[in-house]
């Protein structure tokens, strides 16, 4: 329920630069295949997730997803 409540919050919510740029990093080695929607939506709905591979971990949580302001955060 609280999923399906959630789904397109993320079209209203971003990553913070810090947090955009460790998910490129996890993206670019691999342990982190999924979209930036599904990463907000999944934190969204539990607080946070954490990717893990032998390249190594990537923890998000609620403080790394922020409102999208307009058209300034892009």
């Known amino acids: 329920m609280v999923a399906h409540m ?3 919050w993320w079209d209203s919510m971003n990553l913070t630069p810090e947090a955009r740029e460790a998910y490129k990093a996890g993206v670019a080695d ?7 929607e599904k ?15 032998k390249k190594g971990t990537y923890t998000f949580d ?4 922020v409102p999208r ?3 300034l955060m892009r």
């Open 30 to 36: 691999g342990t982190i295949k999924c979209s930036i």
């Open 39 to 53: 990463l907000i939506n999944t934190v969204l709905a539990q607080e946070v997730v954490s990717y893990c591979s």
């Open 6 to 8: 959630l789904d397109h």
């Open 69 to 71: 302001c307009g058209g």
């Open 62 to 65: 609620y403080f790394d997803v």
